[in-house]
T-cell receptor, first 112, second 116 residues
Framework: EAQVTQNPRYLITVTGKKLTVTCSQN?????MSWYRQDPGLGLRQIYY???????DKGDVPEGYKVSRKEKRNFPLILESPSPNQTSLYFC???????????FGPGTRLLVL | QKEVEQDPGPLSVPEGAIVSLNCTYS??????FMWYRQYSRKGPELLMY????GNKEDGRFTAQVDKSSKYISLFIRDSQPSDSATYLC????????????????FGQGTILTVHP
């Protein structure tokens, strides 16, 4: 089954404790991205990657890092999480010629 | 001003009603227009996709794009309780270097409830 998976689905952590949210897709897509969803703000792009070792900032990259060492994986790293990063995070992927993006199930993060 | 504006609702309608969801935008470079549906505790799923201006119909759903007015709409006919979800409009341009990878810009989402 073609899908985007994210782990963990739910996470509670404390300020300053580094964490990684994993994202993996099995569709051989070149393009992957991370979004955060907040009430009243919709989904906003954090980072995206057009292929292995090619990443760039989206609209709200502050406080986040990403890496793309393999085509299928695109982890999101919060090196020193803060409460304002409490949000619902989505990973998405697509490929050339497809105008849509396929979303993962989301990771709900609470930073205390 | 946000690039894409969408009335967050919430919108509550009786089963069988016609629902109209709308977004306005300011970026004239947007060429691709999408509607996503997001059920509670799920990721967004593509519902409709339209390139440039025009109408597109798929079953009970019709998407309209009016680029001259920078206005897009989604109509749901004969609405069902299973249509209860958050509906997000999304748009993108052609992306850097003419590729189609340009990022999606979303509206805030409209929460729709269809009650029996």
């Amino acid at each position: 089954e073609a899908q985007v998976t994210q782990n963990p689905r739910y996470l509670i952590t404390v300020t300053g404790k580094k964490l990684t949210v994993t994202c993996s897709q099995n569709m051989n897509h070149e393009y992957m991205s991370w979004y955060r969803q907040d009430p009243g703000l919709g989904l906003r792009q954090i980072y995206y990657s057009m292929n292995v070792e090619v990443t760039d900032k989206g609209d709200v990259p502050e406080g986040y890092k990403v890496s793309r060492k393999e085509k299928r994986n695109f982890p999101l790293i919060l090196e020193s999480p803060s409460p304002n990063q409490t949000s619902l995070y989505f990973c998405a992927s697509t490929t050339s010629g497809r105008e849509t993006q396929y979303f993962g199930p989301g990771t709900r993060l609470l930073v205390l | 001003q946000k690039e894409v504006e969408q009335d967050p609702g919430p919108l509550s309608v009786p089963e069988g009603a016609i629902v109209s969801l709308n977004c306005t935008y300011s970026n004239s470079a947007f060429q691709y227009f999408m509607w996503y549906r997001q059920y509670s505790r799920k990721g967004p799923e593509l519902l409709m996709y339209t390139y440039s201006s025009g109408n597109k119909e798929d079953g009970r759903f019709t998407a309209q794009v009016d680029k001259s007015s920078k206005y897009i709409s989604l109509f749901i006919r004969d609405s069902q309780p299973s249509d209860s979800a958050t509906y997000l409009c999304a748009m993108k341009d052609t992306g850097a270097g003419g590729t189609s990878y340009g990022k999606l810009t979303f509206g805030q989402g409209t929460i729709l409830t269809v009650h029996p």
